[in-house]
């Protein structure tokens, strides 16, 4: 049984530790003090306890309960970093209890899921468990900015399957969106406002981009439908251009951003955009533009009846009286990239409100059900 008391309790001095993501905020005080907190309570477990530097003072814990041998091992996963704290209401570090709403930056996204990893662990020794197969839990630097953490765990352990916590609202979360980040540039012929014979206005030629990325909205991306993810996104995210107002603007430049189904890649992304820009050259001689691909992280998916999400189904089926809903969740998590290093990962975590937003909380029973569901998941897998 989940020691209730004791897990908000660690919930509780997690969110009172700030952990702000450097990488979002200057003044961000980065994972080192919460890692270190964690490492602690885990080498009193009696867990072999790693520190792994992901960046200047910014360490993954990497906890590991040694099986007996012969079982499968798993990893119990998720991100110590939160969102910046400004522009939140009250004190946002004070991880009040209220009800069975614990409030704070970080307590949905998602330290309450780090709590419930806690949680079992706790419950499984004190009840004597003993696993064959390895019990690894990761605590990683930097999912909201880079996911430098992920990153480098998985060049250091590869476990036989992980369970990443992030909140799903005791949902089975089994694919998820990518992104890529885009710059487009166009280049034009700068000139006196009055020379419309030498100009060529670079902002203006941007807009035949605009209106080709209202076009995917429009005819491309409404063509490929994902059962759980509805269909791929792009946005235009910044734009800037010009020298001033009697002058033709040689350049301008837009920064797109596109959300990806799971099978769509970067490159995909590229070549949609070359495509464009090949069109659009070959009608206007004067027409000079050129696209970029500045940052791209893939999607995820795994099957249904992969063993690892049976596995958790199964448990959360027994302890909830029914059947966890399945579903898609359309940001971007680290599970893509536990997937992309032969890592079978299913996500499940508690339910709540605000990640990212002035009041955020997480709901403490879900944290305890979540901690048992993953208790039994660990015992049926690693034995
Ligand atoms: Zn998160």
């Not at 009193?44 to 012969?70: C, F, H, K, M």
């Not at 998820?176 to 020379?195: D, E, P, Q």
């Not at 490159?267 to 696209?291: H, I, Q, Y």
């Amino acid at each position: 049984m989940i020691d209730k008391e004791l897990t908000t309790r660690l919930l509780q001095d997690m969110v009172r530790i700030n952990s702000v993501n450097p990488g979002l905020d200057d003044l961000g005080a980065g994972e080192t003090d919460v890692a270190a907190w964690i490492a602690d309570l885990c080498r009193s477990w009696g867990l072999d306890v790693e520190l792994q530097e992901t960046a200047y003072e910014r360490p993954n814990v990497i906890a590991t309960w040694r099986g007996t041998g012969g079982g499968q091992s798993v990893l119990l996963t998720g991100h110590t970093d939160t969102v910046s704290l400004e522009n939140m209401l009250g004190d946002p570090l004070d991880g009040r209890v209220e009800g069975n709403r614990l409030y704070g930056r970080g307590s949905y996204d998602m330290k309450g899921g780090l709590a419930s990893i806690l949680g079992a662990v706790e419950a499984l020794r004190r009840e004597g468990f003993q696993p064959r197969g390895d019990v690894i839990l990761g605590f990683v630097t930097d999912e909201e900015y880079l996911s430098i953490g992920t990153d480098a765990l998985v060049q250091h352990i590869k476990p036989d399957a992980a369970i990443l916590t992030e909140p799903t609202e005791l949902r089975l979360c089994i694919a998820h969106k990518g992104f890529a980040w885009i710059n487009l540039v166009t280049h034009g012929v700068a000139g006196h406002g009055s020379l419309y014979q030498t100009g060529v206005d670079a902002i203006a030629t941007m807009g035949r981009l605009l209106a080709a990325l209202a076009r995917f909205e429009r005819e491309i991306f409404p063509a490929r439908q994902h059962p759980l993810l509805g269909r791929a996104s792009a946005h235009a995210s910044m734009i800037s251009g010009g020298l001033g107002l009697s002058t033709y603007p040689d350049h301008a430049r837009l920064q797109v951003e596109h959300r990806l189904l799971p099978d769509e890649t970067g490159d995909d992304v590229l070549t949609l955009w070359e495509d464009v820009l090949d069109v659009l050259t070959d009608a206007d001689s004067r027409f000079n533009g050129e696209v970029e691909l500045e940052f791209y992280r893939p999607g995820y998916e795994i099957a249904l009846d992969a063993p690892i999400v049976q596995t958790v189904q199964n448990a959360a089926t027994e302890i909830m009286g029914k059947a966890p809903e399945v579903y898609g969740m359309w940001a971007w998590l680290d599970s893509a990239i536990l997937g992309r290093a032969g890592i079978p990962t299913v996500i499940f975590g508690p339910g709540g409100r605000g990640a990212h937003a002035a009041v955020e909380w997480v709901n403490l029973d879900d944290v305890f059900t979540c901690a048992q569901v993953l208790a039994d998941a660990v015992k049926a897998w690693t034995s």
